[in-house]
């Protein structure tokens, strides 16, 4: 489903603090699998992740989605794309502070211009399903860490993306949340949906949801 | 019938909007406050301006279309009523009439007064009426007598015979209306001569070529058409207007630099949640349009706070601020309303001076920010 043919990013290229955060990396990730990419801070885990997701263009090399390139996207088109085909929780979760559940989960619709009401009943059927329907009126600000991740996953979830991408998921959580998330994962699967996740969390790396485990170390595959 | 995706778009963009400055509730407040000021301030100097040249040119069409002066030594003299035959003669006039009037200098209150010969209907002998604000300020009321002193130094008694109405205040405030006779005893003005000469000719197109036959007709008088003083006053309160803004510009200028940083200036914050909002499938230009939206909303909430306040002030208050400056000096001050009157043109002008550039300079220092790989937020 998605394939990286050698790819390369740097930062600050040309520049005295030039980095190479990814080092020629090929590999090709099945769907409906659930991958983890695996490895130490510094690893290039994040930026592989950015470059599976489309958040970013490699600086050499081919990213494929279905068979289609993506790399030489304009913004515009790679922005659909992603709105389309992924869905993101970051580490921090970044729900945006001030809005209440319901409309941090409605946020990635919005450019869209669907319906209000159809909008809300697909919110709300997802918020029910990650048993945050009592919440959705609440502050984002005023919920707690798997509180927080839950409604992370719910916006990711929106646009019913193909893939969901999810950044050290388990850092901010405890291992009972840990597991509760991993059940989510299980569910997303049973579904259909690609999971693709960074962790360094052996919690994740080896659990049996996971089919797959990808280790990175210095922007090389391990 | 759901409504069209792109308008939808919008709905979801203002809410966005309408959100976030909530969020940041102190610094547009302040803002807002702020720009409301200076609409305001600039507002009601534009409304009282244009309300003045409006009351005035209302006021002056009511005015004969030509005045003839005489004048001698470039100063304007008393001219026969022997010219009003030569200038009945002149075609395009229908009436021809003399008027008597004159200035009086009270040192009791520091104030001029004009006395005006009324030809229709004027006080009987030793009676006057006095304008409301001259009547207030000397303590005057029915069956009072003024005491003036004359041409030759003696004392001349009037008894107030009525106040002429509040409503006319604009027009009257200084005004004394005698008859004749005590109007020519008291300024030593003999019969056959009178102040000006006043001519009606009901062809507006035909006013300047009379103007010019006059002058041809009698050399040492000057026609005054009735457009040329509408002019002067209109040039008069464009400079007292341009004086006021210029003096205003130094709090415009503040307000430019001061709204331009708190515009342009993006938190950390916001930052970030423009690289949450990319990341999650927002494009470029809906986060240009929901920073375009929060400017606009700002700078047309304060346009419409501000302009209405300056309405207000103008024309429910009189102005109280800076009434005097563009009035004028005047010890005997008209108390009179203005009458509403807003140019479409002004409005237009003022709002695409003032909310255009502050939503532009919401829009341009975001787009760099907006433009930046969303992968940023994953390092956030």
């Not at chain 1, 994740?204 to 170390?217: A, H, I, K, N, T």
């Not at chain 2, 940083?261 to 914050?269: I, N």
């Not at chain 2, 501000?306 to 800076?322: D, E, M, P, S, W």
Request: glycine share 8%; hydrophobic share 45%; with cysteine.
């Amino acid at each position: 489903m998605i394939e990286l043919a050698d790819v390369r990013k740097a930062f600050n290229q040309g520049q005295h603090n030039e980095l190479w955060a990814v080092r020629g990396v090929t590999v090709h990730l099945e769907a409906n699998r659930t991958t983890v990419l695996r490895g130490p801070s510094g690893s290039g885990k994040t930026t592989l992740m950015t470059l599976i997701g489309c958040l970013a263009r490699p600086t050499s090399g081919r990213v494929r989605l279905h068979g289609r390139d993506v790399s030489g996207m304009t913004e515009r088109f790679l922005t659909e794309l992603r709105r389309q085909t992924f869905g993101f929780v970051f580490q921090q979760f970044n729900l945006v502070r001030g809005l209440t559940v319901e409309e941090n989960v409605m946020l990635p619709a919005y450019p869209l211009g669907v319906p209000r009401r159809d909008l809300l009943r697909r919110v709300h059927a997802l918020l029910d399903t990650l048993d945050l329907g009592a919440h959705a009126q609440a502050k984002a600000e005023w919920l707690s860490g798997g509180q927080a991740q839950r409604a992370a996953i719910a916006r990711a979830l929106v646009n019913d993306p193909e893939v969901i991408l999810a950044d050290e998921p388990t850092a901010n959580l405890d291992t009972e949340l840990s597991q509760r998330f991993l059940d989510i994962v299980a569910d997303l699967k049973r579904q259909g949906k690609t999971l693709i996740i960074t962790s360094h969390d052996p919690l994740v790396y080896e659990s049996p949801q996971v089919d797959r485990v990808v280790s990175l170390r210095d922007g090389h595959l391990a | 019938m759901p409504p069209h995706p792109w308008l939808q778009r919008q709905r979801y963009l203002v809410d966005f909007t309408v959100g976030a400055l909530g969020r940041r509730k102190g610094r547009n407040l302040a803002l807002v406050a702020v720009y409301a000021l200076i609409v305001f301030v600039l507002a009601s100097v534009l409304l009282f301006s244009q309300a003045l040249r409006h009351e005035a040119a209302t006021l002056l069409s009511g005015a004969p279309e030509v005045t003839v002066q005489r004048l001698v030594a470039g100063r304007h003299d008393l001219i026969p009523g022997t010219y009003l035959e030569r200038l009945g003669k002149v075609r395009g006039v229908t009436d021809a009439r003399g008027r008597l009037w004159g200035y009086y200098y009270d040192p009791v209150v520091a104030a001029n007064y004009t006395l005006l010969v009324s030809p229709d209907d004027p006080p009987p002998a030793g009676k006057i009426r006095v304008g409301s604000t001259l009547a207030t300020t000397r303590g005057l009321g029915v069956g009072d007598v003024l005491s003036l002193r004359g041409h030759d130094g003696q004392p001349y008694a009037f008894t107030v015979d009525a106040t002429l109405s509040p409503d006319s205040a604009l027009l009257t405030a200084d005004l004394i209306l005698v008859n004749e006779q005590d109007f020519r005893a008291f300024f030593g003005i003999p019969t056959g001569l009178y102040t000006d000469l006043i001519l009606t000719v009901p062809n507006p197109r035909e006013v300047t070529k009379v103007a010019e036959k006059v002058l041809r007709a009698l050399p040492d008088t000057r026609p005054i058409v009735r457009e040329e003083i509408l002019r002067t006053y209109a040039a008069l309160f464009d400079w007292r207007e341009g004086m006021v803004m210029v003096l205003l510009s130094g709090a415009v200028l503040a307000f430019i630099i001061f709204a331009w940083d708190k515009a342009s200036g993006l938190s950390a914050e916001e930052r970030r949640e423009i690289g949450v909002l990319k990341a999650i499938g927002w494009e470029t230009s809906d986060v240009m349009a929901m920073k375009l939206w929060e400017g606009l909303l700002i700078s047309v909430f304060a346009f419409l706070l501000g302009y209405l306040a300056a309405y207000v002030h103008v024309f429910g208050l009189a102005a109280a601020l800076f009434g005097p400056v563009l009035k004028g000096w005047s010890v005997l001050y008209p108390d009179f309303q203005l009458s509403p009157h807003v140019e479409a043109f002004q409005v237009f002008t003022l709002f695409f001076l003032t909310v255009f550039p502050y939503a532009l300079a919401t829009v341009v220092p975001v787009w760099r920010a907006a433009i930046a790989d969303p992968d940023a937020v994953m390092r956030l």
